[in-house]
């Protein structure tokens, strides 16, 4: 397919790793911020085909994972209300809360579907006028445009049954406090290139420069994954700390205006908790004033709970590129995607499910040794 | 979740003043909102996301990006062929030799 098969094209893979290994001289920590980056680095194995010196980590752009608890229960307990259908991205109807997932809702009773677009959630709403639709409406700036648009066309219909949960977060507030961290390993940065396609590239120059990081903007594929890190690598080397866009094709340094615009009217900018990290300040949007009778959490007025996460849970510390999915005694055993204990697992694209579904257990990333439990707890190894 | 693939647009329609288009990837066609895509035109490809075209693949680009991989695979190429002849000397190690 088209502009698919040939950034999948082993001979283009076979240069590119070649060039990072004349390339790199020291070890480099690079980090991809994006979980479609992270899952396809790990289906592919990309990370265990380069040079030993360069370590790529898996940050938190999986926003199904970093979707906090309280979110998730709040849309449970929005589902469970009488006469409404609840509306998701199937890939969150099986993330537990603290207590089951929307599947258990479903189950229940509760009228819980799965749509693949926010325009699917608005048609529901279209057809059953007696009926209150809520959509969850999560995502980083790749969606954002997507759940804007379902709230602009609920106003202009005046679609009043419509309302949506909103839960969206913002790439670079993360990577600055990935940054910020005294503990911080992070040298260079994948950038997410779908959430550059929306908001451009603009954003990451102070970035880079105030931390004196690099960040090169990357696609999805194989091709371009390594070629983002070659290019990483090479600024590396040189000691610069520049923002490249390696996504040519589908990344303009100004991102789409046309989106931005409508981003800019629907959404203002919010300090938002993440699961596995906690509250970043200005990392989020919710509804601005003009859209805020779409705000399910207005029409609903539900509580909020402090929920407690699993103290074995490691997801933080990886989220933040400190540590990898075996050096947690449960990945695997007592942390599985059918079972999962946080954020890292609950998703595809978080770096635990992701090891798991590509058979990373019971062996550790090369170079790395494997998480011992008996030894950690002082039995025979 | 930020997945989005590319597809060609076969089709312009207005629905309710939103413009909307059929979209072919590869035998699945799909309708796809193009709100954000004004500058598309049927032909074109444009990425995909949750029904909705994030932006135009920029074909120059496209082309661009695989040309400069094709003479980077040259060089890669000329530069092996010249290391297995032994003809260079001091060539920076590599990140094997250098990690081990």
């Known amino acids: 397919m088209k502009h698919l098969s040939e950034y999948r094209d082993p001979g283009a893979s076979r240069t590119l790793l070649s060039a990072i290994e004349r390339a790199v001289t020291r070890p480099w920590v690079i980090m991809e911020v994006c979980g479609g980056q992270t899952r396809s680095i790990v289906r592919h194995g990309i990370d265990e085909l380069l040079p030993e010196a360069v370590e790529l980590v898996h940050g938190p752009g999986c926003p199904v994972c970093v979707t906090p608890l309280e979110a998730i229960d709040r849309a449970h307990a929005i589902a469970e209300r009488p006469g409404v259908i609840f509306c998701s991205f199937g890939d969150m109807l099986r993330v537990p809360g603290s207590s089951g997932d929307l599947f258990t809702r479903r189950a229940r009773g509760a009228d819980v579907r799965a749509v693949y677009s926010p325009l699917d959630a608005l048609e529901i709403a279209n057809r059953n006028p007696e009926r209150e639709v809520v959509f969850f409406a999560i995502g980083f700036e790749t969606t954002a445009p997507a759940n804007a648009m379902a709230v602009l066309l609920a106003k202009r219909r005046k679609l009043t049954n419509f309302s949506v949960l909103v839960s969206q977060v913002l790439v670079p507030p993360a990577m600055t406090s990935i940054l910020q961290a005294p503990s911080n390993r992070v040298q260079g940065f994948l950038g997410p290139g779908h959430v550059c396609a929306v908001m451009g590239m603009d954003e990451y120059a102070p970035i880079a420069a105030h931390y004196n990081t690099p960040i090169v903007v990357t696609g999805f594929e194989p091709v371009d994954m390594l070629r983002g890190i070659l290019r990483l690598v090479q600024q590396l080397e040189r000691g610069q700390a520049c923002v490249e866009n390696g996504y040519e094709r589908s990344v303009k340094s100004e991102g789409n205006l046309t989106a931005k615009r409508l981003l800019d009217d629907v959404f203002e900018v919010c300090d938002r908790k993440w699961r596995g990290i906690g509250s970043i300040p200005k990392s989020g949007y919710r509804l601005s004033y003009e859209y805020r009778e779409h705000d399910a959490e207005q029409r609903f007025e539900v509580q909020d709970h402090a929920v407690a996460e699993p103290e074995e849970c490691i997801s933080g510390q990886i989220l933040r590129g400190l540590k990898k999915p075996h050096d947690c005694a449960a990945f695997g055993k007592r942390c599985t995607p059918d079972a999962p204990l946080g954020a890292t697992m609950v998703s595809a694209e978080g770096a635990c499910a992701a090891y798991f579904a590509h058979g990373r257990i019971g062996r550790a990333p090369k170079g790395l040794p494997l998480y011992d439990e008996r030894a950690a707890q002082g039995g025979a190894t | ?100």
């Open chain 2, 1 to 100: 979740m930020c997945l989005a693939v590319p597809g060609r647009i076969e089709d312009v329609l207005i629905e309710d003043v939103v413009p909307m288009g059929r979209v072919a990837f590869s035998g699945v066609r799909r309708l796809v909102c193009l709100a954000h895509v004004p500058e598309a035109v049927v032909g074109d490809y444009v990425l995909v996301h949750v029904g909705f075209a994030l932006s135009r693949v920029d074909e120059a680009e496209a082309k661009r990006t695989l040309e400069l991989l094709a003479e980077l695979g040259e060089l890669e190429d000329a530069m092996s062929g010249e290391l297995d002849a032994g003809a260079v000397d001091g060539m920076a190690p590599t990140g094997k030799e250098h990690a081990a």
